[in-house]
C-alpha cells in the first residue's frame, strides 16, 4: 500500500518538476499551474530568469498570503526559497492542506509584471484502516475478511483471489460480496483460505494502493488424542505425562482441569500444565482421578478426557498386637488400602501343623469369637494386588490360669536315678509354684517336715522342676504340684514308684535260620513292676567254646529291631541266652537256647535300599549292601541290565561281573533309558537269589559332550598338539640359536656337500645303478670310511 502512495507522489513531483523547466525567469508573460499533490509529500518549484541584463534579484516568491518568501535552506521555516545564479526555486518539504493555495513568481519587465502562479491543492491520501494481514474466517458461517480504505475522496474497492502473478478478480455473487467494510464470504469452506488482493483507487487524483491478506480458515478443534507416557496407569511415585492432542486453525490453546477425583484424595494439587501436557513429576494416590483438556481459539473449542489410575501397594492398617482374657469376646480384623483393591487374607498356624512343620490356616477377615487358651499365638495378615503385597503379624496374648497338659503322672525310680520331677505347665501370667509330699502310710509330722525341706530347696516353690536324687532313704509316694496365678490355679499329681528290672525272658523262638547267621523271636516279659523294656542282649558261642570259658561274644539291641545273630561258625551247635533291659537295668539270664546253623549255600541277595531310582548324574553308581555270604566268601557280583522298552528278545541286554566291590558304575549305559537290573551275589557254591531294581539313567548334560570322544581319539589328539608344539620349538631354536634337529639336518647336508666335493674320483658316492645292485649281494649298498688326515677312504668294516 505504501509503497504505491509513494509511487504516485513521486510520479506527481516529476510531473511538477518537468513542467517547472517550461518557466521561464525575467519573462514576459503570466502562467498558471494547479498542482494536485498529497499530504505528507514535498514541492519543489524552480523560477529561471534568462533574459539578458536581468538574473534572480529581479524574481521574488510569494506565499499563498502574498507575502513574500525570504526564508532560506537551513532554517525552522516550513516553506524556502533556494538561489541559484539563474534564478529562485521554491521548496516545501512536506505539503499540508493548511498550505493549500497560490504559490507566484513574480518579475519586472520594462515597468510591467509578469505572474507565474503555482497552486497547490493538497490532500489526504489514501489509507487502510482494519484490514490486517493475516485475517481468520469462520468455518461454515458467513465470514467478512476485512478491508476499509479512508482519503479525501471515497475510494472505490476491488478485490481479486491469488499469489500477485495469478489474480483472479472477486465480482459480486451468491458466494462473495463486497461492502465498505470488506469482502463477505459465505459458507466458509477451507477451500476459501488463501491470500487475497485489496485494492483501494481515486479516479480524481489517480492514486491507488492495494493490501495483501492472508486469510486462513478457522476450524474448532477436535481432540484427535490423549496419550499417557508412559501410560495412564502408572506405579505410585511414578513420573507421568498426559499430553493433549488436538488439530484446529489457528493453533489452539489449552486447559487442564481435574473433574472428580480418587478414592483417596486429600485436596493436594501435584501436578502442573505446559503447554498442552499434563505433569507430575512424583505422583501420588490422590493423584488419581478423571481429568478433562479443553482445546480452544477463535472458532470455539473442544473437551476429552482421560481417567489416570495410580497403582498403590498395599499398606496394612492396624492389626497389631492384643491381649484377651479367656472366655471373652474379641474380633480379629485386618484392613487395607492400596490400587487397585487388595486381597486380603488373614492366616495362623496355632490350629494346624503336621509332621514337615507348620500349616497356615485361613479365617475369617473379621472373625470374631471367644476366646481359647489355644487361641494364643501368630496371626499373619497378607495384602496382595497387581503392583506389590505386604503383610504385617500380630500376637495374640490370653490371659488364662494354670494349665496342666497332662494332670497326673506315673513315674518308676530306683537307688541311683538321679532326675527332675515336672511342674511345666502353661500359664499367663506366670504362675506362682508350691510342691508338697503325701507319703505311702508315714507320719504326718513327717510329711509336714519334707514339705518344709522341700519349700526351701525350691527357693521358695518358684522352679517348674523338682530335683530328685533317690537313695536308700528316699521315700515313694505322691507328690503334688500346684500352680497358681491371678485367673486361678491348677494342681498335678506325681506318683513316684520304685521300679525294678525286667524278669527272666522266657518265650524265644527261631525265626529263620542260615548257614552263618540266625534270627530270633522274643517274647517281651511282663511279670514284673518297673519301666518298659527298651532292649535285649546275648551272650553266645559255639558249644565247644561254651564249656571251656566264661568270656563269651555278646550282643545288644534296641526294641523293635530284628534280634539276628550274624558270622556265625556254618554247621556249628552254638549256645545263647537272653535277658531284657529296661533303665532300672538288665533282668537276669534266660535258660540257655542250643541252635545249629546250617551247611553251607549259596549267598543270601545283594540288599538294596529300594526297587526303583532315579538317576541324577550321569557320575552316578548303582550301590547295594553286601549280603551274608552263608558261609563262603563272596567272590564276584553279576550284574544284568536290559532296557525296558526292547523288544529284541534280550539282544540289547549287557551283564558285567564286579569283584568284592558293592557298587556299578553306569558310564556304560545308555543316558535317559529305563533298564531292568538284576544283581546276583556268587560265592564257591553258586549263585544267590537275584536282587531286582528299575532305574533312569541320567539326560546327558552339554558339560558332558567331551565324554562322547573316546579315549583313543583323546590320546591322538594330545600326540598331534605335542607334535605341532615340539615342531615349533624346533623352528624358535633353529632360528635364535641355529640349534634343534631342523638346525642339525641343514648342517649335516652343508657337510656332506664338502666331502663330495672333495671326492673327485667319485669313491663316496652310493651307485645305486641296476648293474652295480646285480653284482652285490646287499642291493647296492656299501659303507665307506674317509680319513681325513692321510685322505684314504676304506671299507669301513675292512681289514685295511
Known amino acids: 500500500m505504501f509503497g504505491t502512495v509513494s ?42 530568469c534568462s533574459e539578458p541584463g536581468y538574473n534572480m534579484q529581479y524574481i521574488k516568491w510569494t506565499d499563498i498570503n502574498n507575502e513574500i518568501i525570504t526564508a532560506g535552506p537551513g532554517t525552522d521555516s516550513l516553506i524556502y526559497v533556494e538561489k541559484q545564479s539563474d534564478g529562485l526555486n521554491i521548496h516545501i518539504p512536506k505539503v499540508s492542506k493548511s498550505m493549500s493555495g497560490a504559490y507566484k513568481c513574480i518579475t519586472n519587465f520594462e515597468g510591467q509584471q509578469y505572474v507565474q502562479t503555482h497552486t497547490i491543492e493538497a490532500y489526504d491520501p489514501l489509507y487502510f484502516i482494519n484490514a490486517a494481514e493475516v485475517q481468520h474466517i469462520m468455518e461454515s458461517q458467513d465470514s467478512r475478511i476485512n478491508c476499509e480504505a479512508r482519503g479525501e475522496y471515497p475510494p472505490l474497492i476491488t478485490w481479486h483471489k491469488g499469489e500477485e502473478n495469478a489474480l483472479v478478480e472477486i465480482q459480486n455473487s451468491e458466494k462473495y460480496s463486497i461492502t465498505k467494510e470488506g469482502l463477505i464470504v459465505r459458507n466458509v469452506t477451507t477451500e476459501d483460505g488463501g491470500t487475497y488482493k485489496c485494492t483501494a483507487m481515486v479516479m480524481v487524483t489517480g492514486e491507488e494502493v492495494d493490501r495483501f491478506i492472508k486469510v486462513e480458515v478457522m476450524t474448532v478443534p477436535i481432540i484427535q488424542d490423549i496419550i499417557g507416557i508412559p501410560n495412564t496407569i502408572v506405579m505410585l511415585g511414578s513420573k507421568l505425562s498426559v499430553e493433549c492432542i488436538a488439530e484446529a486453525k489457528p493453533q489452539p490453546e489449552y486447559i487442564w482441569n481435574k473433574v472428580y477425583t480418587g478414592p483417596n484424595d486429600e485436596g493436594n494439587q501435584t501436578w502442573k500444565q505446559v503447554a498442552n501436557t499434563l505433569i507430575f513429576d512424583d505422583i501420588k494416590g490422590y493423584d488419581a482421578g478423571y481429568y478433562e483438556c479443553t482445546a480452544y481459539n477463535m472458532a470455539g473449542n473442544s473437551t476429552s478426557g482421560a481417567l489416570i489410575e495410580v497403582l498403590v501397594p498395599p499398606e496394612i492398617f492396624g492389626f497389631d498386637n492384643m491381649t484377651a482374657e479367656e472366655g471373652t469376646n474379641i474380633k480379629i480384623a485386618c484392613e487395607a488400602l492400596g490400587i487397585p483393591k487388595p486381597n486380603i487374607t488373614v492366616t495362623t498356624s496355632i490350629f494346624d501343623s503336621d509332621e514337615n512343620g507348620e500349616k497356615n490356616t485361613e479365617l475369617p477377615l473379621d472373625w470374631s469369637f471367644v476366646v481359647e487358651r489355644y487361641h494364643k499365638g501368630v496371626y499373619y495378615c497378607n495384602a496382595i494386588n497387581e503392583v506389590g503385597n505386604a503383610s504385617k503379624t500380630m500376637y495374640l496374648t490370653v490371659l488364662h490360669k494354670p494349665y496342666f497338659e497332662y494332670p497326673t503322672e506315673d513315674l518308676w525310680g530306683w537307688n541311683g536315678k538321679v532326675f527332675n520331677l515336672s511342674c511345666s505347665h502353661e500359664s499367663e501370667p506366670p504362675s ?27 527357693n521358695n516353690a518358684q522352679e517348674q522342676y523338682l530335683p530328685v536324687n533317690i537313695d536308700e532313704n528316699f521315700l515313694y509316694g505322691v507328690y503334688e504340684c500346684v500352680a497358681k496365678n491371678a485367673y486361678g490355679e491348677a494342681t498335678k499329681t506325681i506318683t513316684l514308684k520304685k521300679g525294678f528290672v525286667p524278669s527272666v525272658v522266657n518265650n524265644i523262638t527261631i525265626e529263620q535260620q542260615a548257614a552263618t547267621s ?18 535285649y542282649t546275648a551272650e553266645y558261642d559255639q558249644a565247644a567254646n561254651y564249656e571251656i570259658t566264661h568270656i563269651h561274644l555278646n550282643r545288644t539291641w534296641a526294641i523293635n529291631r530284628p534280634f539276628k545273630l550274624e558270622k556265625l561258625k556254618p554247621n556249628t551247635t552254638h549256645h545263647v541266652k537272653f535277658a531284657a533291659i529296661n533303665e532300672a537295668g538288665t533282668g537276669p539270664w534266660s535258660e540257655t537256647l542250643v541252635f545249629e546253623t546250617l551247611e553251607r549255600s549259596v549267598p543270601e541277595p545283594p540288599v538294596l535300599d529300594s526297587d526303583y531310582v532315579q538317576i541324577e548324574s550321569p557320575d552316578n553308581v548303582l550301590k547295594w549292601k553286601a549280603p551274608a555270604d552263608n558261609g563262603d566268601s563272596i567272590d564276584y557280583y553279576a550284574v544284568r541290565y536290559c532296557p525296558v522298552d526292547d523288544d529284541s528278545d534280550g539282544e540289547l541286554c549287557g551283564e558285567e561281573r564286579i569283584g568284592e566291590n558293592t557298587e556299578f558304575n553306569l558310564s556304560s549305559l545308555e543316558h535317559n533309558t529305563t533298564y531292568f537290573v538284576e544283581i546276583i551275589a556268587h560265592n564257591a557254591q553258586g549263585n544267590s537269589t537275584p536282587s531286582n531294581i528299575t532305574l533312569i539313567t541320567a539326560a546327558l548334560s552339554t558339560h558332558n559332550t567331551l565324554g562322547l570322544l573316546s579315549a583313543g581319539a583323546i590320546i591322538g589328539i594330545a600326540v598331534v598338539v605335542v607334535v605341532i608344539c615340539l615342531v615349533l620349538l624346533d623352528l624358535v631354536l633353529c632360528a635364535w640359536r641355529k640349534q634343534g634337529i631342523i638346525a642339525t639336518c641343514c648342517s649335516k647336508k652343508t657337510k656332506d656337500d664338502e666331502l663330495k666335493s672333495r671326492d673327485e674320483k667319485g669313491l663316496l658316492r652310493d651307485n645305486g645303478d641296476l648293474e652295480d645292485c646285480h653284482k652285490r649281494p646287499d642291493k647296492g649298498h656299501k659303507e665307506y670310511e674317509y680319513n681325513k688326515t692321510t685322505g684314504i677312504i676304506t671299507g669301513k668294516h675292512s681289514a685295511v
Open 7 to 48: 509511487s504516485i507522489i513521486i510520479s506527481v513531483i516529476i510531473a511538477v518538476f518537468i513542467g517547472s523547466k517550461d518557466c521561464i525567469a525575467c519573462f514576459r508573460n503570466d502562467e498558471h499551474k494547479t498542482n494536485i499533490i498529497p499530504t505528507g509529500s514535498s514541492f519543489y518549484q524552480e523560477c529561471h
Open 432 to 458: 506362682v509354684i508350691s510342691w508338697r509330699f503325701q507319703g505311702n502310710e508315714i507320719p504326718t509330722a513327717e510329711q509336714v517336715e519334707l514339705n518344709k525341706q522341700l519349700i526351701e530347696k525350691l
Open 518 to 535: 540266625v534270627t530270633f523271636s522274643i517274647q517281651e516279659p511282663s511279670d514284673y513292676e518297673g519301666p518298659e523294656v527298651i532292649g
